[in-house]
Nanobody
């Protein structure tokens, strides 16, 4: 069974940066597509970025264009979300989610494995 654990969240000032990690166990990431979602208070969960098992990435949130990037290190079984130039609108709980195929999706319902989430707060 694929299990995911996020880490790296915290409090950061506007303009700052964070790198979130999504560590997988129980299944090699070689055959898994991983997406990052986020959910702000009072808002629906939205897809941010996704990376498929071949390393191809897809961006779903236009608001993060040019600021966020997704990458994977299969040797470490870990996917990263690098977040730069953070602003208060990025404040949310960030989740990584996995599916055992090669296709990205922006829809949370298409992912069967989820981490517990990590809080990101952008505030001065």
């Amino acid at each position: 069974q694929l299990q995911l654990v996020e880490s790296g969240g915290g409090l950061v000032q506007p303009g700052g940066a964070l790198r979130l990690s999504c560590a997988a166990s129980g299944f090699t990431l070689d055959y898994v597509t991983i997406a990052w979602f986020r959910q702000a208070p009072g808002k629906e969960r939205e897809g941010v970025l996704c990376i498929n098992s071949n390393g191809g990435s897809t961006m779903y949130a236009d608001s993060v264009k040019g600021r966020f990037t997704i990458s994977r290190d299969n040797a470490k079984n870990t996917v990263y979300l690098q977040m730069n130039s953070l602003n208060p609108e990025d404040t949310a709980i960030y989740y990584c989610a996995g599916r055992r195929n090669n296709y990205c999706s922006r829809y949370a319902s298409n992912f069967g494995s989820w981490g517990q989430g990590t809080q990101v707060t952008v505030s001065s």
